[in-house]
């Protein structure tokens, strides 16, 4: 089993910035991807942001691109997600996944963080 620590959401205001920080523990020999995805009320989960921890290989979701930065560290099993230009539909919770493929669906990653609620105030 693999276990996912995230931290520093939080409340910003429209055009802020946060840092999300995602740490694995447990069996991360199995963890080649770490990701990010994100859930509002009434919508279904969405993907926000995915890297390869070998490669650094990214893809992100064309509406956080050029705002929002995913980087890791494969030595500390971690993954962070640098948000800027915050706007109010970046509001949600926000999940951190990790599974052995970097790629856009949710059922590539076998482990899931609990989440951290990010709100963008306008």
């Known amino acids: 089993q693999v276990q996912l620590v995230e931290s520093g959401g939080g409340l910003v205001q429209t055009g802020g910035s946060l840092r999300l920080s995602c740490a694995a523990s447990?069996?991360?020999?199995?963890?080649?991807?770490m990701a990010w995805f994100r859930r509002t009320p009434g919508k279904d989960r969405e993907f926000v942001a995915t890297i390869a921890l070998s490669d650094a290989y990214t893809i992100y979701a064309d509406s956080v691109k050029g705002r929002f930065t995913i980087s890791g560290d494969k030595a500390k099993n971690s993954a962070y997600l640098k948000m800027d230009s915050l706007k109010p539909d970046d509001t949600a919770v926000y999940y951190c996944?990790?599974?052995?493929?970097?790629?856009?669906?949710?059922?590539?990653?076998?482990?899931w963080g609990q989440g951290t609620q990010i709100t963008v105030s306008s």
């Open positions: 447990g069996r991360t020999s199995s963890v080649y991807a």
């Open positions: 996944a990790a599974g052995g493929t970097p790629d856009t669906g949710s059922r590539y990653y076998d482990y």
